[in-house]
């Protein structure tokens, strides 16, 4: 059974920085790209950035370029996301997402096989 499991979520003031970590279980996941989506209350469910397990190209939607930094560490099963200059948009909920080589589309939701259940960002004025 595939399992996602986020940390490292919190209360952090405008200007400051966080990691998420996302632990991946349950199945070897090369040929799968995992990452992580975010949803503002009200608002649909957004791509942030996905890392590619086996090469470890890395993609990101335009709001994270030159803050977030995606990584990944294959030994652990662990896939990171270091978050800087955090501004009060980007809180929501972080999502770490997987998705099969062949099925997924960069960015949509519905196309990512696994999911884990959030984790909670807030970033205050």
């Known amino acids: 059974q595939v399992q996602l499991i986020e940390s490292g979520g919190g209360l952090v003031q405008a200007g400051g920085s966080l990691t998420l970590s996302c632990a991946a279980s349950?199945?070897?996941?090369?040929?799968?790209?995992l990452g992580w989506f975010r949803q503002a209350p009200g608002k649909e469910r957004e791509f942030v950035a996905h890392?590619?397990?086996?090469?470890?190209?890395?993609y990101y939607f335009e709001s994270a370029k030159g803050r977030f930094t995606i990584s990944r560490d294959n030994a652990k099963k662990l896939v990171y996301l270091q978050m800087n200059r955090l501004k009060p948009d980007d809180t929501a909920v972080y999502y770490c997402?997987?998705?099969?080589?062949?099925?997924?589309?960069?960015?949509?939701?519905?196309?990512?096989?696994?999911w884990g259940p959030g984790t909670q960002v807030t970033v205050s004025s």
């Open positions: 890392i590619k397990w086996t090469t470890g190209t890395a």
């Open positions: 349950g199945r070897t996941f090369s040929g799968y790209a």
């Open positions: 997402a997987a998705g099969q080589a062949g099925t997924y589309i960069t960015g949509i939701p519905g196309t990512y096989d696994y």
